[in-house]
């Protein structure tokens, strides 16, 4: 069985519409499959909606309700999965507003900032660019490279948008402990994504997955892409020592990267329990 909970469509920082996404996950051979926008269901409800009416090729795959959450733990910015949720919760899609309105926020402030240093009009270029996926600080970097001032993406993060620089504005989200909180109310299972992503020593990720259980969570990525045997493994020792449900996700956002293929991530190791049976 193929398995991918972990994908992105428009809805966030994705570049397929879930009906391609959903179309894409079937040519590769996925039997489930979660759509995990960032801070949004809407390519999940979307792609709900799609499956009511696409083949029966398309009906084979079993779609589960997915987000990733950003949020705090230690004043680390940490992405949490929820998974098997009950998408139609008017609590959580309140919490995702928030969170959305948050993100918009950003992007203003951001905009603001870099008026200040001579570059009007970058907001409103940038949520052009976005369209109806989130604005983020890739689309205040192209606005600059196609407004001609920097010439390179790379020059834009590393003079004005990257850490500590004079567009940089930093994200107030919640406590992981909400985050975590906010799926299981729902239903839904939470899960540690891609934990090796985070720039932080192996005692702190030892922390971060205690906090993580005695808040309620479930479960951790130990599959997050491609990625080298030693990792995985390593991940499933630490998902038994925890005593948590193993997921795997491609973490998905375009087409041609081999690494982060739709359903091309890989098997779980068998020591571990998968996150799906706590459905």
Known sequence: MIVDFHTHTTASDGELCPQELLRRAVEKGVDLLAITDHDSIDGYLDAREKLKVLANAEQQ??????????????????HIVGLGFD?????????????????????QLIGEKLKKYGFPGGFEY????????QVGRPHFARFMVEMGHVDTIQAAFKKYLGAGKPGDVKHTWPAMNSVVDWIKSCGGVAVVAHPLHYKIT?????????DFKSAGGQAVEVISGRQM???????????EQFELHASVGSDFH??????????????????????????
Do not use: M
């Open 126 to 133: 940038a949520s052009t660019l976005a369209g109806e996926s």
């Open 254 to 279: 375009k087409p041609g990267t081999s690494w982060s293929e739709i359903g091309n991530a890989g098997s779980l190791p068998s020591r571990c329990v998968p996150v799906w049976s706590a459905f």
């Open 87 to 107: 998408a139609d919760s008017p609590f959580l899609r309140d919490k995702l507003r928030q969170q959305q309105l948050a993100r918009i926020e950003r992007a």
């Open 61 to 78: 795959i079993r779609l589960i309700s997915g987000v990733e959450l950003s949020c705090v733990w230690s004043g680390v910015l940490v």
């Open 229 to 239: 045997q030693d990792k995985t493994q390593y991940l499933a020792q630490l998902a």
């Open 202 to 210: 192996a005692t702190k990720l030892r922390a971060l997955l205690t």
